[in-house]
């Protein structure tokens, strides 16, 4: 494998949050420098699976962007503890947790109540992936296996948005309202 493979390898099977960078910047994966902490757009990426981080990172490549990944709704708190995402990606499958009580539950715990969440789905074959998407507290589907011209034009739209706060519709501020009192 080459060398960035294994560092995205080893930092997906890892037990804490990692931060992986574009290989475009010159980043140190994930070690604190004054260029990675000045870039603009973080993508928090919810996936167990090592090669789904891979594709992603590699897929958002030109965008400029760090992709910081978390195995799991517990992990990807704590990294939203040290930072705060422009984005995030999800995977439809989860251990023991359906993915709109994932979104739910980051959204009312990791502070991401405006932050913009895309589903990453395998086999979705729905007509309107944003309105699927709503109704899972997120504005987007895409697709497994999906091309990265795909998951960029997904994404680029949500990050140039920013943080608004009409990306959150009223359902959804009921479910974050519902979580926190549980």
Same mark, same amino acid.
Request: a positive charge; hydrophobic letters at 45%; charged letters at 25%.
């Given at each position: 494998?080459?060398?960035?493979?294994?560092?995205?390898?080893?930092?997906?099977?890892?037990?804490?949050?990692?931060?992986?960078?574009?290989?475009?910047?010159?980043?140190?994966?994930?070690?604190?420098?004054?260029?990675?902490?000045?870039?603009?757009?973080?993508?928090?990426?919810?996936?167990?699976?090592?090669?789904?981080?891979?594709?992603?990172?590699?897929?958002?490549?030109?965008?400029?962007?760090?992709?910081?990944?978390?195995?799991?709704?517990?992990?990807?708190?704590? %990294?939203?503890?040290?930072?705060? @995402?422009?984005? #995030? /990606?999800?995977?439809?499958?989860?251990? &023991?947790?359906?993915?709109? !009580? $994932?979104?739910?539950?980051?959204?009312?715990? %990791?502070?991401?109540?405006?932050? @913009?969440?895309? #589903? /990453?789905?395998?086999?979705?074959?729905? &007509?309107?992936?944003?309105? !699927? $998407?709503?109704?899972?507290?997120?504005?987007?589907?895409?697709?497994?296996?999906?091309?990265?011209?795909? /998951?960029?034009?997904?994404?680029?739209?949500?990050?140039?948005?920013?943080?608004?706060?009409?990306?959150?519709?009223?359902?959804?501020?009921?479910?974050?309202?519902?979580?926190?009192?549980?």
């Amino acid at each position: 494998l080459p060398d960035s493979a294994r560092r995205i390898v080893h930092a997906v099977t890892s037990r804490t949050p990692s931060l992986l960078t574009c290989p475009r910047t010159g980043s140190d994966n994930g070690l604190a420098s004054d260029h990675a902490s000045s870039m603009s757009q973080v993508v928090l990426l919810v996936d167990y699976e090592p090669r789904t981080v891979a594709r992603v990172t590699e897929a958002l490549h030109p965008l400029d962007c760090r992709v910081i990944s978390a195995k799991d709704v517990d992990t990807a708190v704590a %990294a939203c503890a040290k930072m705060e @995402p422009r984005l #995030v /990606l999800i995977t439809s499958v989860l251990p &023991r947790l359906r993915v709109d !009580d $994932a979104i739910t539950q980051l959204r009312a715990h %990791a502070g991401l109540r405006t932050t @913009p969440f895309i #589903v /990453l789905m395998s086999g979705y074959a729905g &007509r309107d992936a944003r309105a !699927d $998407a709503a109704r899972l507290g997120a504005q987007d589907i895409v697709s497994k296996p999906f091309s990265n011209e795909e /998951l960029v034009a997904r994404v680029t739209p949500l990050l140039q948005a920013g943080r608004s706060h009409a990306a959150v519709g009223e359902v959804t501020r009921a479910d974050i309202l519902e979580a926190l009192r549980r």
